[in-house]
């Protein structure tokens, strides 16, 4: 029995197992980036020409920004996410895009909003969820919507 295989065949069996290759490589490093993804902050609804400050265990995150919900979904353009990366812990901004150093506790982070000068301080712990949603009531000031799992925004 002769068996007819052709460099035209070996190659896109090649090119097939590559493309496979990258494709789960791909879904791999993905998985490894949500891994290192510690919190996910946005603020959400009712805000409306609101002064911003954050700071996360004493590091200033976000300074005097006007914080505005937008259309049906509510959300505004501010949102702040810290990761884990070789050791170190970073957050990134809406604002600036820039990576910065934080330091970071193992049980509970310290968050003190401070919207239109009043100061709201949570103790968020880490168990209860990477997803942090802030948004304003307007009796109560700013509250905390802490999940493990996104929640679909509209």
Known sequence: MKMDYSIKDFRNNLILLLLTMVIFSCKSQNN?????????IV????????????????TTIIKNVLLSSEGSSGLTKVWVKIFYENGIYFYITSIDNS??????????????????KKIKIFKIPVKK?????????KDEGVLLMQTKKQPILD
Do not use: C
């Not at 490894?32 to 996910?40: D, F, G």
């Not at 959400?44 to 609101?50: A, E, G, K, Q």
């Open 32 to 40: 490894t980036v949500n891994n290192a993804l510690i919190y996910e």
């Open 99 to 116: 990576k910065r150093p934080i330091t970071m506790n193992s049980q509970k982070q310290i968050f003190e909003v401070i919207l239109n």
């Open 129 to 137: 969820g990477r997803y942090l949603y802030f948004y304003n009531d």
């Open 43 to 58: 603020f959400w609804d009712y805000f409306s020409n609101d002064n911003l400050d954050l700071i996360i265990n004493d």
